[in-house]
Structures are given as structure tokens and as C-alpha cells.
């Protein structure tokens, strides 16, 4: 029989008892629907988390900070070791395989003073050639700090957004455009000696990030180590000579070292060494590690509960054609008596069961499309509860293969759902099938 007969034949007798199929179609909707969306769901969450963590921090980048975390041998942290890190650590890391760039950082809390008003600020000094090497963000205006120009301060919009009254009158907040206001740096560690003058910074050659950056830099302000050595050098000079000892020191040892590695794939060897040194380090891709592997662990089980909804499909398609192939023995006998061919019979049956699952899978693949809007829809508060507020990742994300592949799965579960059924037709005698009554 050609195959347009065939398919003929199959609507017909699908529509038949148009209740049975209407009631399988819809368990291999039910399925096609829980894979898709199960597998999507999983895909979302993995992708948001990638995406997240590209967005907050270079995952080439490790952290070798004073305080080193301490771990067991089942990855529990335990807690952490004070690790002397100075330009002798600096040059050791320099030597490693695949490292690109390193950087020494100091860290300090400095208040910053606009007229009557103040306000806090993380001031990082870093090696001036780490700024472009370590990819920070572009700047809104200025230039970032270079040997040959040094003494550039680099601010945020929020370092300048909320300074408050110094004088206790009243509190009022008010937001500092460095282009306009003066802005002065004083660092308040240590009581200035009485025969100095207070030590003040003027910030008169300013750099200012872009608006739309990561949380790693809000609230922050960057400037070069060696520009730093001074003005510190100079804060110190206004001290006591105890107390100028103590801020010296600040200089013979570093808060962190950054380094910069030549690629992802080289992130887990470089820290496997600096560990190999006596130094624990941070990166973001030993913190996405265990995340990605629970979101796949996430997306095995949620695909799981999918196929198990597509597996009671497909015994549902197996009981509808053995109910069929009981109503329809006569029929069976007929078309044999008629000449049709063995293998014509048991194509009409898996045709009637591919059927099935085709329209199923197409059916299902349409309200996935929409239950995933709906889900991305209503489920961003889920998405800030994972991974952080202000996110724009979606819940749920259907690539493009995947409509294909629960399409051809669904036909798959039909083909092999009626295979049985269809081989159990052809065994039908067409003399004993003529005599069945129906």
C-alpha cells in the first residue's frame, strides 16, 4: 500500500473512537509539556547562574586575600588562616604557568569631605596596568591611572551619591559631582600630631565609572599602588613617630593579590598551584563549580519527572492500539484476504501510534511555549531569591533544538508504544479473524 493510503487509513481510524484518542493525545501532551518545561526550567537556572557570575566578576580572576579560608576534605569550610602576602609572594606568582597578570592590592577606608557634608569610600590601590588586564569597567569620563599619569582617582556614582551633614545639625543627604564640588580625601586611622597639619588629599584629577556596573565596584574607589605609597607616606609624615611606624607597615604587606589568568580552562591548575605554594585562593569559577554541578544534578531529575509523565504516555498509547487491534480482528482478517501485505499491517498500526505521539508533541510543544512565558512572567521573584535582585535571567529557557527534540521524542513514544501491538496484529490469522464478529 502507498503510503498516502496508509495515512488515510490511519486518521480514519484514529477519529474512529475519537474519545480513546483524544484521551491518549492528551497524555502525550501532559508529557511532552513536563519535559519541556522541566528541561527548560533546568537550563534557566543554569544559564542565569553563568550569566550572574559573568556579570559580577571575571571568572579568569583569583583572589589570594590576607585571610585565607580553610576547607576539609569534603569541601566544608572550617575557617580561616592569616597569610603574609608581600612583593616576595607577588613575584612567586608571576612565575606560574598561564597567569597573565598579578596585582598587589591595598585596601583602606577613607571618609571623603564636600563642604559641610561626608561620606565612606573602599579605596583599592592596585597596580596600574591591572585596570586593563583585569577588564574594569569603562569609564563615563577620564582616563584610568598609568605610570605615566599616576595620580588619577577612580570613583563610582555610588561612592558620590550619599554624603550626609558632618556637623550633626541635621541629617540630609546629598548627592557630589567631583566635576563641580570639591571633593577631599582624609584618612582617619590615626590622630594627626599637634604641631601637623591634618593631612587632606584634594581630588582634582578624577576618573568616573560608567553607570551600569557590577556590584563588585559600587561604592568603591581606585587608584594607583605607587600613587598610594605617597599620599600614604605623606598621611603618615603628619603623625606621632609610634603611630608612624604603625602606618608604615601598611605598606610591607597587602590586604590581596590579584591574578589575572590566560583563560578559563586554566583557572583550576593555577589555584591547584597556588595551593601547592601554602596560599588558599577564591574564584568565581570554584564558586560555580558546585553550582553548576547541582543545577545539572536539577535538570537530571527535573527531566527525570518528565519522562516518567512521557513513559505513562506511553503506555497509554501501548493500551489504546492492543484495545484496537481487538476491535479491529475482523478488519485485520479483511485486508489480509484483500492481498494487503504483513508489513503493510503492522505499518498501519505503528503509523496510527506515530500519529499519537506527533499531534501530542506538537500540542504540547504550543503550551510549553506559553507556560514558559508564564513562568517567566510571574516567576521573577523566584530568580532574585537565587541569584541576587535586579536579575533580567529568565526561569525558564527553551532552546531552539529542544522543540524539535521533544517533537521526535513524542513520535519515538508512539513508534515504540505501538510496535508491540503491531507485531501481535500481524500474527492474526486471516481465516480465524474473518470469523470474529464485529
Given at each position: ?419 508491540f501491538p503491531a507485531r501481535r496484529a500481524t ?6 479473524a474473518m470469523k470474529t464478529e464485529g
Open positions: 500500500m502507498r503510503i498516502s493510503d496508509l495515512l488515510k487509513l490511519a486518521f480514519r481510524n484514529l477519529f474512529r473512537r475519537k474519545a480513546r484518542t483524544i484521551l491518549t493525545v492528551i497524555g502525550v501532551v501532559i508529557g511532552t509539556v513536563s519535559i519541556v518545561v522541566m528541561v527548560s526550567i533546568g537550563i534557566g537556572v543554569n544559564k542565569s547562574f553563568d550569566e550572574t557570575l559573568m556579570q559580577n566578576g571575571s571568572m579568569t580572576i583569583i583572589q589570594v586575600s590576607k585571610y585565607g579560608d580553610i576547607y576539609d576534605d569534603e569541601g566544608n569550610y572550617v575557617g580561616s588562616k592569616e597569610q603574609v602576602l608581600d612583593d616576595s609572594v607577588v613575584a612567586q606568582l608571576k612565575e606560574l604557568d598561564h597567569v597573565w597578570a598579578v596585582s598587589p592590592v591595598i585596601m583602606k577606608y577613607p571618609a571623603l569631605m564636600s563642604g559641610k557634608y561626608q561620606n565612606y569610600a573602599n579605596l583599592y590601590a592596585m597596580d596600574s596596568e591591572a585596570f586593563r588586564a583585569f577588564g574594569f569597567p569603562e569609564l563615563a569620563y577620564g582616563e584610568y591611572p598609568t605610570k605615566e599619569h599616576p595620580t588619577t582617582v577612580v570613583l563610582t556614582k555610588e561612592s558620590m551619591a550619599y554624603f550626609w551633614r558632618s556637623d550633626g545639625r541635621d541629617f540630609e543627604e546629598k548627592s557630589i559631582d567631583p566635576l563641580v564640588d570639591k571633593v577631599v580625601l582624609k584618612f582617619e586611622e590615626y590622630e594627626t600630631h599637634q604641631r601637623k597639619k591634618p593631612f587632606e588629599l584634594e581630588l582634582t584629577d578624577v576618573a568616573m565609572m560608567v553607570d551600569d556596573i557590577s556590584w563588585m565596584y559600587m561604592g568603591n574607589m581606585y587608584m594607583d599602588i605607587e600613587y598610594f605609597r605617597k599620599i600614604w607616606t605623606d598621611y603618615a609624615n603628619t603623625l606621632t613617630v609610634e603611630d608612624r611606624k604603625k602606618a608604615m607597615k601598611v605598606l610591607d604587606s597587602y590586604e590581596e593579590i590579584q591574578i589575572n589568568v590566560d583563560s578559563v580552562e586554566h583557572v583550576a591548575q593555577v589555584q591547584e598551584a597556588i595551593e601547592a605554594l601554602g596560599y588558599s585562593s577564591y574564584s568565581e569559577m570554584s564558586f560555580l563549580e558546585p553550582i553548576k554541578e547541582t543545577s545539572n544534578i536539577l535538570q537530571l531529575v527535573l527531566g527525570a519527572i518528565g519522562s516518567i509523565a512521557m513513559l505513562v504516555s506511553a503506555i497509554n498509547i501501548a493500551n489504546t492500539m492492543v484495545m484496537s487491534i481487538y476491535e479491529r480482528t475482523k478488519e485485520i482478517g479483511v485486508m489480509k484476504v484483500l492481498g494487503c501485505l504483513v508489513r503493510d499491517v503492522k505499518r498501519q498500526f505503528l503509523l496510527e501510534a506515530s500519529l499519537i505521539g506527533l499531534i501530542g508533541g506538537i500540542i504540547g510543544i504550543l503550551i510549553s511555549y506559553l507556560l514558559s512565558y508564564l513562568i517567566n512572567t510571574y516567576g521573577s521573584g523566584i530568580m532574585e531569591s537565587l541569584v541576587g535582585e535586579g536579575t533580567t535571567a529568565k526561569l525558564s529557557v527553551i532552546p531552539f533544538w529542544l522543540p524539535f527534540a521533544a517533537a521526535a521524542f513524542g513520535m519515538l513514544v508512539g513508534l515504540l508504544s505501538g510496535y500474527k492474526i490469522r486471516a481465516i480465524e
